[in-house]
């Protein structure tokens, strides 16, 4: 489905165009395949999806892409998280 056949989530991020997504949450976690708690999620990023460390650049681009087109939340911090639901 192209980008302009889509409408964003009525619950979509407030200003999701300014989101930050930190390069230490991907690098040093997500993406970390030696890390203690994500090399899990490494592991599945990069043989489902090919992301690496080297690319978490793309991938914070290919989130942000996808950040209006679905809903938010205030997270048990009062900062607003995603959800896939």
């Known amino acids: 489905?192209?980008?302009?056949?889509?409408?964003?989530?009525?619950s979509a991020l407030p200003n999701?165009?300014?989101a930050e997504i930190p390069r230490q949450k991907l690098v040093n976690y997500l993406?970390?395949?030696?890390?203690?708690?994500?090399q899990h999620k490494a592991r599945v990023f990069k043989s489902a999806l090919d992301f690496d460390q080297s690319s978490w650049e793309e991938l914070a681009q290919a989130i942000r892409t996808?950040?209006?087109?679905?809903?938010a939340a205030f997270g048990s911090?009062?900062?607003?998280v995603?959800?896939?639901r």
């Open 66 to 71: 996808e950040l209006p087109y679905y809903p």
């Open 77 to 80: 911090e009062g900062k607003w």
């Open 31 to 38: 993406l970390d395949p030696l890390h203690r708690e994500g």
């Open 1 to 10: 489905m192209s980008e302009g056949t889509r409408s964003p989530h009525p």
């Open 82 to 84: 995603g959800s896939l």
């Open 16 to 18: 999701f165009q300014k």
